[in-house]
């Protein structure tokens, strides 16, 4: 794993705990942010490793596409990819005429922390397994 990559996934950790700690002082609508975002730097720190473009973009669907292939397994449903991209505007600004009504709940919150943790589990997963030393 590249330094980069590596620095990539210490913020995605970063942003797992502090999803924790927010959703445990229900600030939800900070939760969900840091639940989204912790997915999104593990899949950009996945296209680090892999020498891929790096996207600017928030669209988890989007970074998904770009990483998906027989070698790069992303532990993610198509309605999970679309939980986290439907909360990432609506959590980050206040409800206005641009955006639908939302309202953040524990149980959402739950849902997508699980998600991020699943997504940067893969992606570390993939790094230890191809760091393993092959036996032989």
Known sequence: MNDETSVWLGYAE???NAARVLLNENLLNSCLQNAQQAAEKALKAFLIEKN?????????QELVRILNSPDNLIEITDDEIDLLDSVYLPSKYPLGSALP???????ICLQCLDVAERILKSVKSFYQKSAAPEDG
Do not use: Y
């Open 14 to 16: 970063e942003n797992i």
């Open 101 to 107: 009504h939302f309202e953040p709940t524990a149980e």
């Open 52 to 60: 891929a473009p790096l996207k600017k973009t928030h669209s988890i």
